[in-house]
Nanobody
Framework: QVQLVESGGGLVQAGGSLRLSCAAS????????MGWFRQAPGKERTFVAA????????YHADFATGRFTISRDNAKNTVYLQMDSLKPEDTAVYYC???????????WGQGTQVTVSS
């Protein structure tokens, strides 16, 4: 299995940008489809974006399309989530996830808080 550690969260004003990173250690990183999910207070965890092991396919939730971009660097064992034009409703804990059997994700990081002020 891989171990996942997120970083890059923080407080940003509406309209600003953040880039989240997720560093993986353990097994071969490129074997895993990687994803980002988020959970706002009092709400269920929801899908944000995913990227295939070779980075030839990406998927973004409707709310993320055009504002968020998932990418990965297999040489660095890292997946990224570039978030632009942030809105207060993007405030949530963002989780990195991995799977060898998409679309079911079973490996999770500890999460990183993103807070967008209005």
């Amino acid at each position: 299995q891989v171990q996942l550690v997120e970083s890059g969260g923080g407080l940003v004003q509406a309209g600003g940008s953040l880039r989240l990173s997720c560093a993986a250690s353990g097994r071969t990183f490129s074997d895993y489809t990687m994803g980002w999910f988020r959970q706002a207070p009092g709400k269920e965890r929801t899908f944000v974006a995913a990227i295939s092991g070779s980075a030839d396919r990406t998927y973004h939730a409707d709310f993320a399309t055009g504002r968020f971009t998932i990418s990965r660097d297999n040489a660095k064992n890292t997946v990224y989530l570039q978030m632009d034009s942030l809105k207060p409703e993007d405030t949530a804990v963002y989780y990195c996830a991995a799977t060898e059997r998409p679309p079911e994700f079973g490996l999770w990081g500890q999460g990183t808080q993103v807070t967008v002020s209005s």
